[in-house]
């Protein structure tokens, strides 16, 4: 039996489950993850229009928006509760496609958000609250997906030998964090390498700090270094997460990934991916689709410019690392060959 609370206390500040996002007397709070760390603050979001753009804004990112637009969702039911049920079904539809539209790569956030309205009309067709539906389905839900952390982080961390040290990319959340924080636990001593992870530096302001609370010993790297700092012998793993993985087993994740997957392998260094499992409805990489962000976020960095705004730039906002560069995807059923995931999640999915 894993014990939530005790897997709350393991993570830092920034991964704790009600600092992520919560729904507190109607409203939804976001933790703002673009102020910390030198800042623990938190956006009050009224209506799912500021829940949309928060996450847009990326006040939020990783698994932090999933969880905002699910609350966003309770939000605006609370909103439409005593609404002939057509009319509640139909605003909240509307609500659903605005926030899919905030992260087109992330389409685990859209089946989930397409799960609020099954769970909407089941509580619809029994009478009850569908505001207390919806979160007592988000709590199971968080629940679920908190114990498939704590699985996952256990065969990351036994992966992981005294002595590693060990290279991530962006900011690869509650499984890869949790996972060093057991290997610390189980007295290996490793040293993790961040990029910075331009022009956001999520590795930086993110990934660093939260190892850091965890006495977990860091070092930033800027994105270009990664190769260089293989080819010294420092980096024995590489570990992501993944915003997806297709059905054949392409990871998709924040832009860099693939050229660290691509120094990896010359180095031989195996390459593993944090991940519940493939999207079933992403069979190839041609059934992915990039978000592109705006181009003015890379002539910049934390608001300062960096070039002068009459040069063009251009901003994809995650890359497609293909399965043979994958040692392994660490997934719920065990770590498991990118190239196994298609059999493995169909068999499965024919038991449900």
């Known amino acids: 039996m894993i014990d939530l609370l005790e897997l709350d206390q393991m993570l830092p500040f920034v991964l704790q489950r ?5 729904y507190e007397d109607g409203v939804v709070l976001i933790g703002d993850r673009r102020k910390y760390p030198f800042s623990k603050e938190f956006v009050r979001c009224e209506d799912v229009e500021s829940v949309a753009q928060a996450i847009e804004n990326m006040v939020t990112q990783g698994g932090g928006p999933w969880i905002a637009a699910v609350f966003a969702m309770v939000m605006a039911a609370k909103k439409v509760e005593s609404k002939p049920h057509q009319e509640a079904l139909d605003y909240l539809l509307k609500a659903k496609e605005r926030l899919i539209k905030t992260r087109p790569t992330n389409t685990a956030m859209a089946r989930r958000l397409g799960d609020t ?11 009850i609250s569908i505001e207390k539906a919806l979160l007592v389905w988000i709590k199971k839900l968080r629940d679920k997906a908190y114990e498939s952390y704590a699985i996952r982080s256990r ?26 924080a057991m290997a610390k636990k189980d007295g290996k001593n490793i040293h993790v390498y961040t990029p910075e992870t331009r022009p956001y530096l999520q590795g930086a302001r993110l990934t660093a700090p939260s190892l850091h609370e965890l006495e977990i010993p860091v070092q930033i790297i800027t994105d270009n270094m990664p190769a260089f700092v293989m080819s010294q012998g420092k980096i024995q793993k590489y570990f992501t997460a993944a915003d997806l993985i297709t059905m054949d087993g392409h990871v998709v994740n924040k832009i860099g990934t693939f050229q660290n997957a691509i120094a990896a392998h010359y180095h031989h260094i195996p390459y593993f991916v944090f991940m519940w499992g493939p999207d079933f409805e992403s069979p190839d990489r041609e059934s992915v689709v990039i978000e592109y962000r705006d181009p003015a976020e890379i002539r910049s960095c934390r608001g300062t410019p960096t070039t002068i705004d009459d040069i063009e730039a251009y901003y994809p906002a995650f890359d497609i690392t293909p399965p043979h560069l994958v040692a392994g995807v660490i997934t719920r059923h065990g770590i498991l060959s990118p190239y196994d995931l298609r059999p493995h999640f169909e068999k499965e999915l024919s038991k449900e």
Do not use: Y
Request: hydrophobic share 50%.
């Open 18 to 22: 009600d600092n992520v996002a919560c």
């Open 117 to 127: 309205l099954s769970v909407v009309k089941k509580a619809q067709d029994e009478g």
């Open 155 to 180: 065969l990351g961390a036994d992966l992981i030998e005294d002595g590693d040290g060990i290279l991530t990319m962006c900011f690869a959340e509650t499984a890869f964090i949790l996972a060093m």
